[in-house]
């Protein structure tokens, strides 16, 4: 019996403990943890996107009256112009990155702290997602109207040694102004939407955040119309995409002649998809589409005189898609 006493008291000596403990770290700890700050911080008043930026660190806290305190200034370890709660400085290069320290006096007590100044960027880059090139089309495939669009965010965030992970980072996507929840959040570095065909400029903004870190950065979507291209269709060496026929072709006379037209920026895979129609026209006068629709062939005959190739490609489904050439032929 004495024996299951004293565990008994034991156990509540043991809880008594255990709620003053818990009492004083809820006191305390907060306490401990600003103990080397004074619950002091620094900030900066904008968010900086080239070199030689001028901005306002500032410090800010919450424990004690920044106005009463002697603050001096230091950057990189060296000790600055500055003795107030606030000063202006510049900021470095790309990639480079300074690191600003402010020693605080205040009621008899020390404390510092820290800001590291660098400038954070994030490019834009815009493409269709789904429109035509021809074979060897060196370039990004250009937005038309109807088009769908694809806009990737390539953030230049440094975590010291290295660039963070594109996935580490949250994009927020507006277009003409009006927030893109759906595409926004973590890792979403991609924005894809389709053309209206009421706008012929579309606004693309992204906002990029990192463990702090923020970049913002803009772009003009402008669109391009849709064209044409003539090549000669060689019967040996093929499609010879080194000679765009634009100038015109001179044949001689009682020859046979093949040509194919690649139209460029339509929202199709192919030259030859089933949503385009191709109208040919020879002096005015509209022909029989071609087996493959994009491939004509001609044949002089003895006498010299030119004729004038029309061709106009429609896209089925998209309103606006369209395109029409002239191709003058010599002989």
Do not use: C
């Not at 034991?10 to 004083?24: E, G, Q």
């Not at 005189?305 to 002989?331: F, H």
């Amino acid at each position: 019996m004495p024996y299951t006493t004293k565990i008994g008291y034991n156990i509540s000596v043991k809880k008594v403990l255990k709620n003053l403990t818990f009492l004083v770290a809820l006191f305390v700890l907060p306490l401990f943890l600003h103990a080397e700050t004074g619950g002091f911080a620094i900030g900066i008043d904008q968010s900086p996107q080239n070199p030689n930026q001028k901005v306002k660190l500032t410090i800010s806290g919450y424990l004690y009256d920044i106005n009463s305190a002697s603050v001096s200034w230091f950057k990189n370890d060296k000790p600055i112009p500055g003795s107030g709660r606030s000063i202006t400085v510049y900021t470095p290069d790309y990639g480079v990155y300074d690191n600003y320290k402010a020693k605080i006096q205040i009621s008899g007590n020390y404390f510092e702290v820290f800001y590291t100044l660098g400038i954070e960027s994030v490019d834009l880059i815009y493409e269709a997602d789904n429109t035509y090139t021809m074979p060897f089309y060196k370039g990004r495939p250009l937005p038309s109207k109807q088009s769908v669009i694809k806009v990737s965010a390539i953030p230049g965030f440094s975590n010291g040694s290295s660039l963070v992970n594109t996935s580490d980072v949250v994009y927020d996507w507006k277009q003409n102004g009006t927030n893109q929840a759906n595409y926004s959040g973590l890792g979403k570095r991609f924005y894809l939407y389709q053309n209206s065909y009421f706008y012929n400029v579309d606004d693309i903004e992204v906002s990029v955040s990192s463990n702090g870190k923020l970049a913002s950065k803009d772009v003009a979507v402008n669109l391009y119309p849709e064209t044409i291209m003539f090549y000669e269709n060689h019967p040996t060496q093929g499609v010879l995409f080194n000679k765009n026929l634009s100038s015109g072709v001179f044949l001689p006379n009682n020859s046979e002649y093949s040509m194919v037209a690649y139209p460029f920026g339509f929202s199709v895979k192919d030259a030859t998809n089933k949503d385009l129609t191709y109208s040919w026209k020879i002096n005015n006068e509209k022909i029989n589409t071609p087996d493959k629709k994009n491939i004509l062939n001609l044949r002089t005959g003895p006498e010299a005189g030119y004729s004038v190739i029309n061709l106009n490609v429609d896209s089925i489904s998209k309103l606006y898609q369209e395109s029409e050439k002239n191709l003058y032929v010599n002989y």
